[in-house]
C-alpha cells in the first residue's frame, strides 16, 4: 500500500526557508508522479508543483523561482525546498501521488499524506 508521510513543517520568519519531505514507506514512488499541493482553511487545495518518473517538475506560478521540488529515489522520498517564503505561504502541505503528472486536480490524485504546517509570519 502506498503510505505517504510529511515532515519539515513549522514556523518561519518571512524570507526565510524550510525544506518539506515526502516518504512513501509502503511503495516505491519512483515511478510515479508526485505533487505537493497547500490548503489554507476555507479556500481550495492548491497544487503547486510535481515531479514525474523522470524527475521533471512543474511550478504553480505563485511559487515559481522560489520552491524546488526533487526526489531521491534510493530513499524513496520527495522533497520541496521552500526558499524566500512568505506570509502568504502559510499554509497546511500535502504530498500526493498517482501514476501519470497529467492532471493536477486534487480530485486525480488517490493518495495522500497527512500534511504538515507551515507558517510564515
Known amino acids: 500500500d502506498v503510505q505517504l508521510v510529511e515532515s519539515g513543517g513549522g514556523s518561519v520568519q518571512a524570507g526565510g526557508s524550510l525544506r518539506l519531505s515526502c516518504v512513501d514507506s509502503?511503495?516505491?514512488?519512483?515511478?510515479?508522479?508526485v505533487a505537493w499541493f497547500r490548503q489554507v482553511p476555507g479556500k481550495q487545495r492548491e497544487g503547486i508543483s510535481t515531479i514525474d518518473d523522470k524527475g521533471v517538475p512543474t511550478y504553480a506560478d505563485s511559487v515559481k523561482g522560489r520552491f524546488t521540488i526533487s526526489k531521491d529515489n534510493a530513499k524513496n522520498t520527495v522533497y520541496l525546498q521552500m526558499n524566500s517564503l512568505k506570509a502568504e505561504d502559510t499554509a497546511m502541505y500535502y504530498c500526493a501521488t498517482r501514476r501519470y503528472c497529467t492532471s493536477m486536480s486534487p480530485a486525480a490524485f488517490g493518495y495522500w499524506g497527512q500534511g504538515t504546517q507551515v507558517t510564515v509570519s
Open positions: 509502503g511503495w516505491s514512488i519512483s515511478s510515479w508522479c
